[in-house]
């Protein structure tokens, strides 16, 4: 078998592993925080924390597969380290930079809704004072 196929395999499947053990902690981790951020509301932390994790595939799994060709061919097994390590890192940077993101809008979510909660509200008038005349 070519080297550059070996590579490619391994190169998959690490990636997806990766992806999936990525996906399932943010989606286990995530969600005690989606129910924070929404306010208790437990279906729709679910249904949020769902969507994130198929999107997060879907990104994720994209970027792997359009990353996947290279223009060189791997003549030996340093290359195909070299070649792995490199694919790898980025997909690893991929990955770390897409969790900040969500942790980053999701708090700032997090944040609105605790100032909403914590606002006090607006006071009424305690008692009315009639206008003076001729003053």
Same mark, same amino acid.
């Given at each position: 078998?070519? !080297? ?5 395999? /391994? ?8 992806? /999936?053990?990525?996906? !399932?902690? %943010?989606?286990?981790?995530? !969600? /005690? &925080? ?16 769902? %969507?994130?994790?198929? $999107? &997060? ?5 994209? &970027? ?14 340093? $290359?195909? &380290? ?10 690893? %940077? ?11 809008? %999701?708090?700032?979510?997090? !944040? ?11 006071? $009424? ?11």
């Amino acid at each position: 078998m070519d !080297r550059t196929v070996i590579a490619y395999v /391994i190169y998959l499947l690490v990636s997806i592993a990766l992806t /999936i053990w990525v996906a !399932r902690t %943010l989606s286990r981790n995530g !969600r /005690i &925080f989606l129910a924070d951020v929404l306010q208790g509301n437990e279906k729709l932390a679910d249904a949020v924390n769902h %969507l994130l994790v198929v $999107g &997060f595939y879907l990104v994720n799994l994209g &970027f792997v597969a359009l990353y996947l060709s290279g223009d060189e061919t791997i003549e030996d097994t340093r $290359g195909i &380290f070299e070649a792995l390590s490199t694919k790898l890192g980025v997909v690893l %940077l991929v990955l770390g930079v897409m969790h900040l993101g969500n942790v980053y809008v %999701l708090n700032r979510i997090r !944040r609105r809704s605790v100032m909403e909660r914590e606002q006090v509200p607006p006071v $009424g008038p305690q008692d009315w004072v009639a206008p003076s005349v001729g003053a």
